[in-house]
């Protein structure tokens, strides 16, 4: 018995989709505002605990978090508008963030954070993999 579609099935299989330089965008944008938003909850926690005199040490400490996570969601979103443009320095902002990540929450005690940097791993991984494809200079 002769399969005539077996060269097709084997050929698809192969063949990778176009890749969507404006998903990656996305993806990076979303990533900025959930840190941006962690960042107003610090803040906001952080304001409404210093109105109580006696719990002044918390407040800074969500202080220091929120600047943290306004650093690490401009750093995102720069790398997001460098790769928008058609920039590899897109790669080296996001690993900024990543390198930020790590180095923060190992000097506060925090656990890593590893699906933010899996994600951010694999995204720069899937950047430089199709780099002619996704245009970038």
């Given amino acids: 018995m002769e399969y005539s579609n077996t060269q097709q099935r084997i050929a698809a299989i192969g063949h990778r989709p176009a890749l969507n330089k404006s998903a990656f965008v996305l993806a990076l944008a979303i990533f900025g505002v959930f840190s941006g938003l962690a960042g107003l909850i610090s803040l906001a926690t952080a304001i409404t605990l210093s109105s109580g005199a006696s719990l002044v040490s918390p407040a800074d400490t969500l202080l220091i ?45 925090n656990s890593l954070n590893y699906v933010f940097i899996g994600f951010g791993l694999f995204l720069i991984w899937q950047i430089l993999s199709f780099k002619d494809k996704l245009q970038l200079a």
């Fill in 65 to 109: 978090d929120a600047v943290y996570e306004f650093t690490l969601s401009a750093l995102i979103f720069a790398s997001s508008r460098a790769f928008a443009k058609g920039k590899i320095l897109s790669v080296w902002l996001y690993g900024g963030s990543i390198a930020l990540d790590v180095l923060y929450n190992m000097a506060t005690g």
